[in-house]
T-cell receptor
Framework: DAKTTQPPSMDCAEGRAANLPCNHSTISGNEYVYWYRQIHSQGPQYIIHGLKNNETNEMASLIITEDRKSSTLILPHATLRDTAVYYCIVRRPNAGNNRKLIWGLGTSLAVNP | DVKVTQSSRYLVKRTGEKVFLECVQDMDHENMFWYRQDPGLGLRLIYFSYDVKMKEKGDIPEGYSVSREKKERFSLILESASTNQTSMYLC??????????????FGSGTRLTVV
């Protein structure tokens, strides 16, 4: 599975949009982009995933560039409860590929009042 | 909501003890996983299972074993605990449809300290 690169930390004002970038320049055609977040002292929580089209759910939006080499997770109106570490992962969602999942250290997002 | 429940939030064990970490999920997921998380190293996969009685080694299986006798339960066993196994242990499950794995649901974690 392709490796991802994320900034180690970001800040965002409460109520504003938080845009978290992820670079995955070695992504291959059948690999999906997944985003998770981990609030302090809890297990990671699934947010969203996508292949090439932009995706939106109740938690966030995922924008994937046309060449699929990078993506952005958007939290449209960040709240203090969105303070967490955000992980971007790229993988083929097939049984047998879990072994190669590379989590990295993610982006620590601080939402400030 | 899918729930993944880990039996203990905090655990302190002595070096050499045999340690059992239990994980139960309530949504009939086929896949279950055990990770450990250490500062500066991120999440690392220890073992995973695609079905009852099936198990596969992850990236760091040494010193660990697993058991999956029932679909909802996946146990991680530290055969002889050592201080370098002090860590946060996270269990996860995921649903598989055909060959497509959906996103993971994680438990809250067990912080194990080996003294």
């Amino acid at each position: 599975d392709a490796k991802t690169t994320q900034p180690p930390s970001m800040d965002c004002a409460e109520g504003r949009a938080a845009n978290l970038p992820c670079n995955h320049s070695t992504i291959s055609g059948n690999e999906y982009v997944y985003w998770y977040r981990q609030i302090h002292s809890q297990g990671p929580q699934y947010i969203i995933h996508g292949l090439k089209n932009n995706e939106t759910n109740e938690m966030a939006s995922l924008i994937i560039t046309e060449d699929r080499k990078s993506s952005t997770l958007i939290l449209p109106h960040a709240t203090l409860r969105d303070t967490a570490v955000y992980y971007c992962i790229v993988r083929r969602p097939n049984a047998g590929n879990n072994r190669k999942l590379i989590w990295g250290l993610g982006t620590s997002l601080a939402v400030n009042p | 909501d899918v729930k993944v429940t880990q039996s203990s939030r905090y655990l302190v064990k002595r070096t050499g003890e045999k340690v059992f970490l239990e994980c139960v999920q309530d949504m009939d997921h086929e896949n279950m996983f055990w990770y450990r998380q250490d500062p500066g190293l991120g999440l690392r996969l220890i073992y995973f299972s695609y079905d009852v009685k099936m198990k596969e080694k992850g990236d760091i299986p040494e010193g660990y074993s697993v058991s999956r006798e029932k679909k909802e339960r996946f146990s991680l066993i530290l055969e002889s605990a050592s201080t370098n196994q002090t860590s946060m242990y996270l269990c996860a499950s995921s649903w598989r449809q055909g060959s497509f794995d959906y996103g993971y649901t994680f438990g809250s974690g067990t912080r194990l300290t080996v003294v």
